[in-house]
């Protein structure tokens, strides 16, 4: 990509001020430099390849021209009014849709996850290595293996087809429990809330005032988890929903696709095209989210793994 | 707590009353997610057990056939040829997947600029795209309408390969799969190599080390856990295979049929034949397949300090 050589020759004075603070030797360092930038080709070609495509009229996609550079219209706005007006502006929809299952679900199983985790990690009560043994146990367990018994028990009920088909079943995350407990054993000290007992406080305004500030940096990543996995999900709502206009974006576009896949080269080609274009779209919030919240997740990530 | 216990004589009266203050406390902080573990996941997996247990057919409507669907299962050449499909699928992703990423971390923790940071992030970017979308970028890009391979192979003089064939369709989901999480897995293990204390390596350069015999004798044997939590999620990751075959099934066709995975298999019984009670039994066959596989292997690598402590 255009960056890699820029990038590449921008480094090499910076190099030289890092080396005296941690000592490494030079050599083998530009074939390791080449060796990333070959990489971050490899890693970013799909990108490439959709912000290129994404411009093109369904002439310019079928007509032969290079599939990793643009054609000679450049129709972006062309293809975002085709994009967000296809369908009676369904893919607005979706994009909505997507962020509401994700938000509520995310912030719902995350509000769970920080409370059991909490509770495990600093009260001693009855049961607790038992119900702690049989949550690390959930963890094993596939989720895609519970779907199609809660879509015939959401059936009896007449929740399926329902926004909260989507929504229950991302509240559990039995991972995100066991990542909330481990943090909170290490990081809230049991002298610390021992001190605000003496001092008269509650158990709730100890957790509220004191735990759940500390355990900041754990309750972001669990967050972020919880709302990628949700963001992501496709089995769970393709079993449950069967009315388009609650689909989440990865349900509705993968509709398109097949659509289009039935009908052809010939009868989907305009169709192509906003796939296209809808698969950037649907990828931007995420790609936003992680970039600004860089900090945050990438020490989170690793709770649990540094033992 | 350790205040208490190791406190001089504390009425025993206080003492109940602080352990019944515990248990209550412990139980409100833990109870709503209990209740959310015990109607989601107890109730599901109940469920789907009793429901295994029935056969559905159109003359004598449902009846009790015990372990009959499992037996059905574990003969049904569909189940099984699913099985072997993800077991072969895992033994060649997940020692690539944890290759690569450990590569990549390495690298990372001994080239240390902009430009480094800056690819670390991009190499992580696919980890942020659903599955679908990820499936279908490489559905596009292996594709003869749209992808790039036809030209670039014939400016070679070369026949392009069809990644979407019957015969390299394995090799074009190994792609894809080791592309959207081996960014993931490298952030894992890059933040394991970061946490190792630098003295260690000052000593054994000291002792005349070389390179090669501090990323070998230190710094992977360090990061030896984060490695089996890496492989832990990919093993029941690629056993539930779903999305990217499922979305690939339309642009190759023919060469992902519908029992393909063993959850494609299950969906299929389930929503196209509407034979919950199969669906049922190939889902618990397979949840409890990936738990046993699971829970053995961490068992049998289990270590003071890992996932079970």
Do not use: H
């Not at chain 1, 219209?73 to 062309?78: A, L, R």
């Not at chain 1, 305004?205 to 355990?215: E, G, T, Y």
């Amino acid at each position: 990509m255009s960056v890699t050589p820029m990038e590449l020759t921008g480094t090499s004075a910076k190099d030289t001020s890092d080396t005296r603070k941690r000592p490494i030797r030079t050599r083998g360092r530009i074939p390791l430099n080449i060796v990333l930038a070959l990489l971050m080709v490899y890693f970013l070609i799909p990108f490439w390849w959709v912000i290129v495509n994404s411009s093109k009229t369904s002439a310019g996609l079928f007509g032969g021209g290079s599939a990793l550079w643009f054609a000679d219209d450049i129709n972006y706005i062309g293809n975002l009014v085709d994009l967000f007006t296809y369908g009676g502006g369904i893919y607005a929809r979706w994009l909505g849709n997507s962020a509401l299952y994700a938000l509520v679900g995310g912030l719902g199983a995350t509000v769970l996850a920080v409370l059991a985790g909490y509770g495990f990690a600093k009260y001693r009560f009855a049961g607790r290595r038992a119900a702690f043994a049989i949550v690390l146990g959930a963890v094993m367990i596939p989720m895609t293996a519970l779907v199609i018994p809660t879509f015939v028990l959401f059936a009896q009920v007449g929740w399926t087809n329902t926004i909260w088909a989507v929504i229950f079943p991302t509240l559990l995350n039995p991972f995100g429990v066991y990542l909330m407990n481990v943090y909170a054993r290490d990081a809230v000290p049991d002298e610390l809330l021992d001190a605000a007992r003496v001092d008269g406080a509650g158990e709730f305004r100890i957790f509220s005032q004191v735990a759940l500030p500390m355990l900041r940096p754990a309750i972001v990543t669990v967050l972020l988890l919880s709302v990628v996995a949700s963001w992501n999900n496709y089995f769970l709502p393709l079993v449950m929903l069967s009315d388009n206009r609650l689909f989440p974006v990865t349900v509705g576009i993968g509709l398109w696709q097949s659509t289009a896949s039935t009908y052809g080269a010939a009868g989907g080609q305009s169709l192509w095209s906003i796939i296209i274009l809808g698969s950037l779209v649907s990828v931007i919030p995420l790609i936003i989210a992680f970039l600004t919240l860089q900090k945050y997740w990438q020490g989170g990530l690793t709770i649990g793994s540094l033992k | 707590m350790t205040a208490s216990s190791t406190a001089t004589p504390v009425p025993t009266k206080r003492r109940r009353a602080t352990a019944a203050r515990q248990n209550l406390t412990g139980w409100l902080f833990v109870g709503p997610f209990g209740i959310v573990f015990l109607a989601l996941l107890v109730l599901p997996i109940g469920f789907a057990l009793y429901l295994s247990l029935f056969q559905k057919s159109l003359i004598g409507g449902t009846r009790f056939v015990f372990l009959g669907n499992y037996a059905k299962a574990f003969t049904d050449p569909s189940f099984l040829d699913g099985v072997w499909f993800v077991i072969r699928f895992s033994l060649v992703l997940i020692p690539l997947q944890m290759a690569v990423s450990l590569a990549i971390a390495l690298i990372l923790d001994i080239v240390v600029s902009r430009f480094a940071r800056f690819s670390r992030l991009m190499i992580f970017m696919p980890y942020a795209i659903p599955t679908v979308i990820g499936a279908l970028m490489w559905g596009f890009l292996y594709s003869d309408n749209f992808g790039p391979l036809a030209e670039i192979f014939e400016s070679f003089g070369r026949q392009a390969p069809d990644f979407l064939s019957t015969g390299l369709i394995f090799y074009g989901l190994l792609n894809i799969v080791t592309w959207q999480w081996a960014g993931y897995y490298m952030i894992i293990l890059y933040a394991a190599l970061q946490g190792i204390d630098p003295t260690l390596y000052e000593a054994a350069r000291i002792d005349g080390a070389s390179q090669w015999q501090i990323v070998l004798r230190i710094k992977i044997p360090l990061v030896a856990p984060a490695l089996l939590l890496i492989l832990v999620f990919a093993l029941i990751g690629t056993l539930q295979f779903f999305n990217e075959p499922k979305i690939l099934q339309q642009l190759a066709a023919g060469s992902i049929p519908d029992d393909f995975t063993p959850n494609m298999y299950a969906y299929q019984q389930a929503f196209s034949l509407a034979n919950y009670n199969y669906g049922s039994a190939i889902s618990f066959a397979l949840g409890a397949v990936v738990f046993i596989c699971v829970y053995i292997f961490l068992f049998a690598t289990r270590k003071r300090g890992s996932f079970f402590s």
